[in-house]
């Protein structure tokens, strides 16, 4: 009997390791996929904000399908008299914003400094809930963008478009208007992972010798900040 019980013992004590280990097991899978969850609906919303970025440079572009009053705006040479002086415009307007007080853009900026990461607004003074300071993906541009349920963002991404003086040094030297978008991208139900990605243009006119010249778009920067914090209605 002494021997049958230490084989119970025995038998008890390897069954409970095997549930442990299958225990540990199953989390580490649940965990992995979690894992695996979140990175697919943070990429899916980084490629919303990302795609709602070059929708911001097709409306700084379009010259046919947006209202006149915009086209005349972002087209316009620096500085564009009617351009918002605070906060973002609406209507036709809707989305264009002037540069936010506290990001330090001024025009005594040195010209090597653009693009340096130093015009950088802070995430925390957009107010995402104006939907008012905010463009929809395809507003002005007329594009589709997929959203609602299922592998896709829960809402369309949208943007906004900030007008940043030229520095001095770089007014002399060349005829760029600098702009700053700010677009937000939103994952899949039921987690609406935010993603916010900002980028700096130089928008160059063409060139008045070469008739066949158009306008150029530079990528001065691109950065990730933090996301905003989502209401339950956005």
């Not at 894992?35 to 709602?52: E, G, M, P």
């Amino acid at each position: 009997e002494p021997m049958h019980s230490g084989g119970l013992e025995l038998a008890l004590v390897f069954l409970l390791a095997v549930a442990l280990i299958g225990s540990a097991v199953t989390q580490w899978v649940l965990l992995s996929a979690r894992s695996l969850t979140s990175d697919r609906q943070h990429q899916i919303a980084y490629r919303a904000a990302r795609a709602a970025i070059d929708d911001a440079v097709h409306d700084m572009l379009d010259t046919t399908h947006s209202p006149a009053e915009r086209i005349a705006l972002l087209h316009a040479a620096s500085p564009a008299p009617g351009w918002p002086d605070a906060g973002c415009g609406s209507g036709p307007l809707r989305g264009l914003c002037a540069p936010d007080a506290s990001s330090g853009t001024s025009a005594d900026t040195p010209a090597n400094a653009i693009g340096a990461g130093s015009r950088t607004a802070p995430f925390g003074a957009m107010d995402w809930q104006d939907m008012q300071g905010n463009v929809p993906f395809g507003l002005f541009t007329g594009a589709p963008y997929p959203a609602g349920t299922g592998l896709q963002p829960a809402a369309p991404p949208r943007y906004r478009i900030e007008r940043l003086p030229a520095p001095l040094q770089a007014q002399a030297t060349e005829p760029a208007t600098l702009y700053r978008v700010t677009a937000l991208g939103i994952g899949p139900l039921p987690a609406r992972i935010p993603v916010l990605l900002q980028a700096e243009f130089a928008v160059l006119p063409p060139e008045a010798s070469s008739p066949s010249s158009s306008t150029q778009v530079r990528e001065l920067a691109f950065h990730q900040l933090p996301p905003p914090r989502l209401n339950a209605d956005e």
